[in-house]
Structure formats: structure tokens, C-alpha cells
């Protein structure tokens, strides 16, 4: 149980990393 919300938390903080990249492209323009 403990491995698999490990795996989701990796999940989040990849889409938030995403997420900050996407933002940061488009304040640069």
C-alpha cells in the first residue's frame, strides 16, 4: 500500500513539474 502512494506522489509531482515547465514557456514568450 505504502509503495503504490509513493508511485501516485511520483506521478503528481511529474504532472506539477509539467505543469511549472508549461508556465514558464509561456511567461518567457
Request: avoid cysteine; proline fraction near 0%.
Amino acid at each position: 500500500l505504502q509503495q503504490r502512494i509513493g508511485l501516485l506522489g511520483q506521478r503528481d509531482t511529474v504532472m506539477l513539474h509539467r505543469l511549472v515547465h508549461d508556465i514558464e514557456k509561456k511567461l518567457t514568450k
